[in-house]
């Protein structure tokens, strides 16, 4: 359930196999929430499907705002297209004293990653590198475990500052010396080394991988865990930054629109997304918000039930 006041709405969507329970008790739930939030009846939307299949509740076709209820429909992009056991492999090209990034769009690089990386980097042996090189695909985020009101700007420059400060652990400052204590002491023994040493001395985009087809460079791989991990805690803990690069990495706004027409036959007038996250947007001062009908949600999202199940998982292996 998402609760929005003011011009927002209140949506609430039910996938119960108890048609009592779902038109007793939460009919009367609904009603007492509305009055709570001071909000008029008619402005809003509630569904839920009877022991029929059928969608009951009030105002069940009319479009409201979804806001984070929308990372439901970017989780059910993900697994339908990639499947719920989708890895993120970021390969590591190491020759001589040079490293180069080949990345994955993993939307996880943030500080555990990139400290457990060195971490493990140190573990085989390397503690400097003349030339860090990363490609298009490279995405650092520090703080990507944090809340994020707006997406940040992820390019060259940023990536290149980031690596420099973490390859270059003289220069850490007091808090993020903190930071990597912390993440020693909560991991499983072994996962990070108690200290770690390490200097980079340039740090730099290239169009392409410059080891590609050298048979003398060194491969790691860096994988992530199953996507439908990621999408957990996305949902969980409705990480607006992680939901907006994964949609972004799937195509985006068109190729979401796409994915709807094509699979449901479903159109603007019912449903359309301008973030993966739910999070507003901005065109000349004007908003645009993600909105959908309350039966077409409840339909993708038993479609999302579906898709997850046929591949050996529960929903609740991807949401709360």
Known sequence: MNNMKKNNVVILLSVLSSTAYASVNTDKNWTQQLRSEGIAAQDQSY???????????????????????????????????????????????????????????????GNEKMFYLISQ????????????????????????????????????????????????????????????????????????????????????????NPFENDSEARVLTLSSPAIYKYLKEVNVKSNNFVAETIFRMLGGVNQFEKFLADRFSLTPDKIYFYTGSGLPIYFDEIR??????????????????????????????LIA
């Open 121 to 208: 980097l140190n573990d085989l042996g390397f503690n400097n590198f003349d030339t860090i090189s990363f490609d298009k695909n490279t995405m650092i985020y520090p703080d990507v475990i944090y809340e994020v009101d707006e997406y940040p700007t992820i390019n060259a420059e940023s990536n290149t500052r980031y690596l420099k400060m973490y390859f270059n652990t003289n220069n850490w400052s007091a808090d993020t010396k903190i930071e990597y204590a912390t993440y020693y002491n909560l991991a499983k023994e072994g996962r990070f080394r108690r200290e770690v040493s390490f200097t980079a001395q340039n740090v730099k985009f290239v169009d392409a």
């Open 47 to 109: 569904c839920y499907t009877n022991d029929k299949g059928q969608i009951e509740g009030a105002n069940v076709d009319m479009r409201i705002r979804l806001a984070s209820v929308s990372k439901l429909l970017t989780s059910f992009w993900a697994v339908d297209k990639l499947g719920v056991e989708y890895k993120f492999d970021t390969k590591l090209f190491i020759k001589g004293n040079n490293l180069h990034i080949a990345g994955s769009f993993d939307p996880f690089m």
């Open 288 to 317: 645009k918000d993600n909105y959908a009908t309350c039966s077409v949600m409840l339909n993708l999202i038993s479609e999302l039930k579906n898709s997850v199940e046929k591949q050996n998982k529960k929903l609740e292996d």
